[in-house]
């Protein structure tokens, strides 16, 4: 087994002492840093386990734990004692940049820069102990023996470090959503039995230790016995297979059509959210995803859905009906759509990286636009528009976030029709074939501009709607509303959950968008956190989370074919566009 | 007959659409212009300053374009995240700048505590910049083109939100230096003195840089590697060594940028002030060609300028209120039109015909 771990590893240099204060260091930079930015200080302020344990201290440990565990896989085949004090001296010597910056905290006034800084950071760092000696050994001890649990990973039998590994994220992760599971059980099972559990919204020890025990059993049952019950549905006839599928969609819908209702309005508010970008997410990958065409200005077509919406639907100055939602949205979308093709059209013949940059200064215009005093008398300018009306069907007006969700789910099931009929269309495989060379594509006989307009166009339609809902959900329409960052947002959850992949949009759109609206604590950081998770996916796993089968194959291949080129780069950034690199004069 | 058929044949009607577009934008500049300067509101004097403080604005935009323009050189790629580093030496060193104005030192030995400022937000920004191409840029050099871009944008955001983070989102403000801060008057013209100062001294870092590329044996490398990597390596030249030389050459002209920056607008020191004229810069550079040192300090300047007496000339002269509001409009208008119609610059050779 040693053998084979070193023949996976041949290109990795032998794991030696400089190495391990390496990767020691680099732990302890990683874990100063997240103090710095002052993530430790907020994330603390939410527990995990009630009195026990916050995420603070879940944030410090992990740099060593992680870095101990890749260490130690780097150091398969030594015997298990050295395995167990390389992690520890990682523990150990991550703390040395964080012991560095509690003397300085204490001694300095370098808050005045560094504003988190702060005592408050100190006394975590230092466990609440009124004497830093004290705590500073405390931190040795908890972070030398994270790097222990770290490397001692690596010495578990496979099965029960899996086990081990999904018993901890599950229980973590249902600690991070208890404030969820609180207002559903609450309204269902009554104050006492939640009260039972959890503490003020937290989970009591015995929970975590429960959730645990739980996820761990039922994964090591799954790995005992998880090939019998395969086989066992397999054997299943055809048609039993097919039933049980329905059955299953059947219970998925109806689940869908009774969510805002179980869940309240609170968290309705975040389904509709997710919803709507799912909805942009699902358009902006006709272009980017299927078509390749990054397109950083889809705010544009989001902002033209809402202001259309606002301007036929408000009873204030601005406007110019009112007329029903109903028969706005197909004016939005179209509005959408020939905004999507204007802008379209000067930008066909432009390569993917000057595309992207000429479609982030449409983005924008439109911003400065509509905050410009020149369009004030039509769209409000800095104020915004006010009083839209609500859709109404009969007498029933949608108002609250609970009926928005039914509106939103229509939307998107329509243009997720859209998009897998797409997907397999004609059309769809146009796109992809102008998305992997545009050359080729022209000389098999695609016409490059219709398929680009028809892209570009459709993807701004799903936006228009958006824009549309989102307008009329809120009932007033803000210009602060549409800069860059949903732009960014949007493309986050592409690239993120995958690239042309629609399971992987919506996995994306909940991860990015639904729990950062959960977890107070990471909305600070959220723009921080997608920019390390767009970094990291393109670097660890370019097809993203959740890869469409043909991407990911496309993929494997443009990387095996370029690393064996060696320093012969240039032909294969221009990716056989055969550019002459310009020269410095 | 036939002959004029078939020249219409090869036009296709998006040609015919951007051709109109051209004729449009055209038109609209000169009605604009014309009616602002024969309704005789503004004097020649005021062009004249406001060309002059578009070309110290104009100057730092040169400065920042000089780092897209010599990656891009070299490595064909839009480092995104280049707004970022400029912000990052902004953005420390205005905490050591006010701080140099409290001990007094900034208004004791003005021009040596400006020096020690650049050096540190160039130090700053120098760091920044190689650690983004170690970490996030290096190990994506053969990937598709849209790849490393994307790793930029994220950088660009994760870089922001750090420095968030670091120093909070607040906004700070450089000190008023003193000695910067008279004006002095040429014929009519009133020159306010750290405009001069902002200018010649973005001159003096983009002549050094220029006699870098050109005189030394780095900038020799530099030129061969942008020229083809391969032959480069061949001739026993360190490419690695070559791009980190690059990337910590663009974040030095950018973090001293920031400095002289903060002496022209002392206002509006924040996490995200790197992002427009970041994009400003981009738009800088290419209108001056990509990839052309002297483009884009020429692309810096002329969109500096246009920049500032644009909204007055054109807007204004077409009836749009609130002119200067669209300040930042017109820069990018500028980008898109640009990368329509000239997509090569001012100065930049022509790119492989149907791609650039």
């Known amino acids: 087994m040693a053998h084979m771990a070193m023949m996976n590893k041949t290109d990795e240099a032998k794991f030696d002492g400089r190495a391990l204060v390496k990767y020691g260091l680099l732990a302890g930079v990683v874990a100063t840093y997240v103090a710095v930015i002052g993530m430790i200080a907020t994330f603390s302020q939410r527990q995990v386990v009630a009195g026990l344990l916050t995420l603070g201290q879940v944030l410090l440990v992990a740099p060593p734990l992680g870095m101990a565990y890749f260490s130690a896989r780097k150091m398969a085949g030594e015997s298990g004692g050295k395995i167990l004090a390389a992690g520890a001296s990682i523990g150990l010597l991550t703390t040395l940049p964080l012991i560095g910056l509690i003397i300085l905290a204490n001694n300095t006034n370098i808050r005045i820069m560094f504003v988190n800084i702060s005592p408050q950071l100190v006394n975590i760092l230092t466990f609440g102990q009124d004497s830093v000696f004290v705590g500073v050994l405390l931190l040795l001890v908890v972070l030398a023996l994270a790097g222990v649990a770290g490397a001692g990973l690596t010495l578990l039998p496979a099965r029960w470090r899996q086990a081990l590994v999904i018993g901890v994220a599950s229980t973590l992760g249902i600690a991070l959503m208890s404030e969820l599971f609180v207002v559903i059980l609450r309204e269902r099972l009554g104050n006492n039995f939640v009260r039972l559990f959890f503490q003020s919204g937290v989970m009591r020890w015995y929970t975590a230790v429960g959730i645990f025990l739980i996820a761990f059993g039922?994964?090591?049952?799954?790995?005992?016995?998880?090939?019998?019950?395969?086989?066992?549905?397999?054997?299943?006839?055809?048609?039993?297979?097919?039933q049980v599928r329905w059955s299953g969609a059947g219970i998925g819908g109806i689940i869908l059509l009774i969510l805002p209702w179980v869940l309240g309005?609170?968290?309705s508010e975040v389904l509709d959210n997710v919803g709507l970008y799912i909805l942009m997410g699902l358009g902006l990958n006709i272009a980017v995803g299927l078509a390749g065409l990054l397109d950083l200005g889809y705010v544009t077509n989001f902002a033209v859905g809402a202001y259309v919406t606002a301007v036929l639907t408000t009873t204030s100055q601005y406007g110019l009906g009112p007329i029903p939602f109903w028969l706005v949205i197909p004016i939005a979308l179209l509005a959408a759509m020939f905004t999507g093709f204007m802008f379209a059209l000067p930008v066909l013949r432009m390569r993917g990286d000057y595309l992207a940059i000429a479609t982030l200064g449409f983005g924008e215009i439109i911003r400065v636009l509509v905050l410009s005093d020149w369009l004030a008398g039509r769209i409000g300018g800095p104020q915004g528009i006010l009083a839209l009306q609500n859709p109404s069907i009969g007498n029933f007006s949608f108002s609250r976030p609970e009926h928005f969700y039914y509106i939103i789910l229509a939307a998107c099931i329509a243009m997720l029709f859209v998009s897998v009929r797409l997907n397999n269309s004609r059309t769809g495989r146009q796109w992809m074939a102008l998305r992997e060379d545009e050359d080729v594509a022209a000389a098999m006989g695609i016409d490059t501009v219709l398929t680009k307009l028809l892209a570009f166009t459709l993807s701004a339609a799903a936006g228009g709607v958006a824009g549309a809902i989102f307008a009329a959900k809120l009932g007033t329409v803000f210009p602060q509303s549409f800069n860059l960052f949903v732009s960014i947002n949007v493309l986050s959850i592409i690239i993120i959950?995958?690239?042309?992949?629609?399971?992987g949009i919506v996995l994306g759109a909940f991860l990015l968008i639904g729990a950062p609206e959960l977890l107070r604590e990471f909305q600070e950081y959220r723009l921080l956190i997608y920019g390390a998770l767009l970094i990291v996916v393109m670097l660890r796993r370019p097809e993203g989370l959740w890869p469409s089968a043909t991407r990911r194959r496309e993929l494997q291949d443009a990387m095996d074919a370029t690393s064996h080129l060696g320093v012969a780069h240039s032909e294969v950034i221009s990716h056989g566009q055969s550019a002459n690199p310009p020269k410095m004069d | 007959m036939e002959d004029l058929r078939r020249r219409l044949d090869g036009v296709s009607w998006v040609d015919l659409f951007l051709w109109g577009l051209r004729i449009v934008i055209i038109l609209l500049i000169v009605v604009g212009a014309f009616n602002t300067l024969t309704s005789g509101k503004y004097t020649i004097t005021t062009w004249i300053s406001l060309s002059i403080s578009g070309l110290a604005q104009?100057?730092?935009?040169?400065?920042?374009?000089?780092?897209?323009?010599?990656?891009?050189?070299?490595?064909?790629?839009?480092?995104f995240a280049h707004g970022e580093v400029f912000m990052a030496g902004a953005f420390t060193t205005v905490f050591i700048a006010n701080y140099f104005n409290r001990i007094g030192f900034l208004n004791t030995y003005p021009l040596l505590a400006i020096l020690i400022l650049m050096v540190i937000a160039a130090l700053v920004s120098m760091s920044v910049a190689v650690l983004l191409e170690r970490i996030a840029y290096r190990p994506l050099r053969g990937a598709p083109r849209l790849v490393p871009l994307i790793t930029a944008i994220g950088a660009s955001f994760f870089l922001q939100y750090s420095f968030r983070g670091f120093y909070g989102s607040g906004f700070q403000t450089y000190p008023t230096v003193t000695a910067l801060s008279g004006t002095f008057t040429v014929g009519k013209v009133t020159i306010p003195v750290v405009q001069v100062v902002v200018f010649f001294a973005a001159i003096a870092l983009m002549s050094g840089l220029y006699w870098l590329v050109e005189r030394t044996k780095m900038g020799k490398s530099m030129r061969a590697v942008s020229e083809d990597k391969e032959v480069a390596a061949l001739m026993g030249i360190d490419i690695n060594r070559v791009i980190v030389f690059t990337f910590a050459i663009g974040g030095m002209l950018a973090g001293a940028a920031g400095v002289i920056n903060g002496l022209y607008r002392p206002q509006g020191v924040y996490f995200f002030m790197g992002f427009i004229p970041g994009i400003?810069?981009?738009?800088?550079?290419?209108?001056?060609?990509?990839?052309?040192?002297?483009?884009?300090?020429?692309?810096?300047?002329?969109?500096?300028v246009i920049e500032s007496i644009?909204?007055?000339?054109?807007?204004?002269?077409?009836?749009?209120?609130?002119?200067?509001?669209?300040?930042?409009?017109?820069?990018?208008?500028?980008?898109?039109?640009?990368?329509?119609?000239?997509?090569?610059?001012?100065?930049?050779?022509?790119?492989?015909?149907?791609?650039?």
Request: aromatic share 10%; proline share 4%; net charge positive.
């Open chain 1, 265 to 267: 309005t609170f968290l």
């Open chain 2, 310 to 356: 644009g909204p007055n000339l054109v807007l204004e002269g077409l009836g749009i209120d609130g002119a200067n509001q669209l300040k930042d409009a017109i820069a990018f208008t500028m980008l898109v039109l640009v990368l329509i119609f000239r997509p090569q610059g001012i100065l930049g050779e022509r790119l492989s015909e149907k791609k650039a």
């Open chain 1, 218 to 242: 039922l994964t090591l049952f799954w790995q005992w016995r998880g090939t019998q019950v395969r086989g066992r549905w397999q054997q299943f006839a055809a048609p039993r297979q097919k």
């Open chain 1, 497 to 503: 959950g995958g690239m042309g992949s629609i399971p």
């Open chain 2, 280 to 304: 400003k810069a981009f738009t800088a550079a290419v209108l001056g060609g990509i990839g052309s040192v002297p483009g884009a300090m020429l692309g810096g300047l002329f969109l500096g």
């Open chain 2, 58 to 79: 104009g100057s730092i935009y040169a400065l920042i374009a000089l780092g897209y323009t010599l990656v891009y050189g070299i490595l064909l790629m839009i480092n």
